[in-house]
């Protein structure tokens, strides 16, 4: 606590709302408490806004409610997109908003002018677009400043202490939202969290010892693609195409995906071309705006016994990735259709998972696996569960037309009045947090947040005391919840 510090920090003005991390939620977070009203403060410890969505280079998934069978999901969901998106889309919102924005000037790849499964963007005009948002909806931002304090004062936050070029600095606030991906700041304020695999994991089928945390890895750009000839090796050799489990789409629909302008997913099988030993080696390939360019993952791409909150290990792996996506782009030049690639853009080790906060309530595996429909649902979902090992049970679940939901008490931090937490860090086992962490669900637990905070201004009173209904029926006009 602030106090065991002799640290000289000047005062910034005070906020109604304080967005610590300035990544996949906390934009979303500070976009919607603005846009209710509150003078909020968005805190980043890069230039740039948006996290894993910008810097990070991963897709936005996933919008539309999920289906295992290839057909179903294409013509029940993935075609419907074009004519009544609002019958299939799970997410909506300022999620739906920010790519709109996109794929409507072809700046980002969506489905039937809608954002389906995957969006990938050009990635200029992905930080652009936040940064107009952000600025429209009046939200003040510091870039280059970490949290690394906090001052509490029984449940209550009354400050973060931040670093900057300034040195320390207080920043107050009425309310404060985590969206540091890690809980840095409910850690700080001595909310509870588990890190990694708990004994209720393995329990849940979900990791293999104690503590265990996922992989650390990197989504890459390349240019040079030459997606016709690739497209023309894969119909000759359909063995060497192998369907993505979340994008479902044969490769007749990758085609016509791609043909049309939309986006497309799928991976292929590079056997002896891998880096790394491997017994089944994929690389996932996700098109983008421009007609030569690809986001890639594969092997290579992973850095494995990963701990996200350990410097040596980040910086490690930072090594690992960065020369694994260069390996993997070499031996790519002997697959037909990628002879050309070169690679324009590596993002920094990106940590897939740390500290899940122990919340009012602790979203579980059956809650998603079977989308148990809570009554303080803030935000739904439509991503399977992507972590392993998955049990065998949930991994052959006949799985059609599925949704899952998101409780508010997920959000609220147990022992700590005026926090909320959003992204990829709150409270659920592992199995769950498999199918919360992704993007668009981040996004609308941030939208959930912001709003939240905004009102929790006003109303007074603790997170988890807050008028949920009121909450809901906010959400369900601006469309981020149906
Ligand atoms: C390699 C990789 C590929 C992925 N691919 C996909 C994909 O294709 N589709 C998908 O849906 N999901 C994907 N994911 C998962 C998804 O990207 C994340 O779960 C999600 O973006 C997390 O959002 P977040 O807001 O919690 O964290 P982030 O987006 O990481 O945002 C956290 C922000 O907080 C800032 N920050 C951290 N600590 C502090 C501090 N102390 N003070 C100030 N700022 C701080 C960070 O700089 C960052 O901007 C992928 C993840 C990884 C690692």
Known sequence: MMNEYKIQAKAYASYDVVVC??????????????????????????????GMLTLGEAGITKFTEHCKDVDKYKTEVLDVLGTKPESVQVVRGLAREYCKRMIDNGLALGTHGEPGSYVFTDKEAAVATMMNMLDEAGVEVLYDTRVCLVNKEGSVIKSVIVVNKEGFSEIAADRFIDATGDGDVATLSGVPFNLGATEADLKEGCGRKLGEMMNFGTMYRVRGVNFERLFEYLKENPDKFHQHEFGVMSLDDVIESYNRGDMCVFRIKIGELSPTPHPNPVVQIYNLPSKDEAILLGPGCAFNNANGLDAKSLSRGQHSIKNGALALTKNLREFPGLENITATYIPDVGVRETRHIVGEYTVNGLDVVMGRKFEDA?????????????????????????????????????????????????????????????????????????????????????????????????????????
Not at 38 to 44: F, N, V, W, Y
Not at 388 to 414: Q, T
Not at 457 to 481: F, H, M, T
Request: glycine share 12%; proline share 6%.
């Open 378 to 482: 803030i935000a739904c979902g439509g991503h399977p569960v992507d972590i392993h090992p998955i049990p065998p049970e949930i991994e052959s679940m006949d799985m059609n037309h599925w949704r899952f939901y998101i409780p508010y008490r997920a959000l609220v931090p147990k022992g700590v009045d005026n926090l909320l937490v959003a992204g990829r860090c709150v409270s659920a086992t592992r199995l769950a947090s498999g199918a919360i962490r992704p993007t668009a669900q981040c996004i609308a637990m941030g939208e959930a947040a912001g709003i939240a905070s905004a009102m929790l201004v006003k109303s007074g009173g603790a997170g988890r005391d807050i008028n949920v209904s009121e909450l809901q029926e906010k959400l369900v006009e601006k469309g981020a919840i149906i």
């Open 21 to 50: 991390g300035g990544g996949t939620a906390g934009c979303f977070a500070a976009i919607a408490a603005a846009r209710e009203g509150a003078r909020t403060l968005l805190i980043e410890r890069t230039f740039t806004p948006g």
